[in-house]
Nanobody, 125 residues
């Protein structure tokens, strides 16, 4: 059974940085495309960033975080990390990581088979 466990969320002031971590257990991490999504209160789940499988994975970012966000994967540790700099109150949400082996757009949660439970990020002004 594949399990993803996000950590690293918290409450921070605007302008701070956070790094979220997502180790993946019980599955072929190297074969997974990894995506990060977020869900703010009262909203649907939005794409944040994704990285493809393989060495030197291709990355993609949503416009709201482009330029202040980095996504990485460490295949040896079966872990993905998401760093967001210059956090803004509108970044407040529960952040989820997800893994997929299916083909399809990395920014579409429909193509991800495995999801973590989420970690809360709260940014105050």
């Amino acid at each position: 059974q594949v399990k993803l466990v996000e950590s690293g969320g918290g409450s921070v002031q605007a302008g701070a940085s956070l790094t979220l971590s997502c180790p993946v257990f019980g599955g072929p991490f190297r074969e997974f495309g990894i995506g990060w999504f977020r869900q703010a209160l009262g909203r649907g789940r939005d794409f944040v960033a994704a990285i493809s499988n393989g060495i030197g994975g291709t990355t993609g970012f949503a416009d709201p975080v482009k330029g202040r966000c980095a996504i990485h994967r460490d295949n040896a540790k079966s872990t993905s990390t998401l760093q967001i700099d210059n956090l803004k109150p509108e970044d407040t949400a529960v952040y989820f990581c997800a893994g997929r082996q299916t083909h399809g757009p990395g920014d579409n949660g429909y193509y991800y088979e495995h999801w973590g439970q989420g970690t809360q990020v709260t940014v105050s002004s």
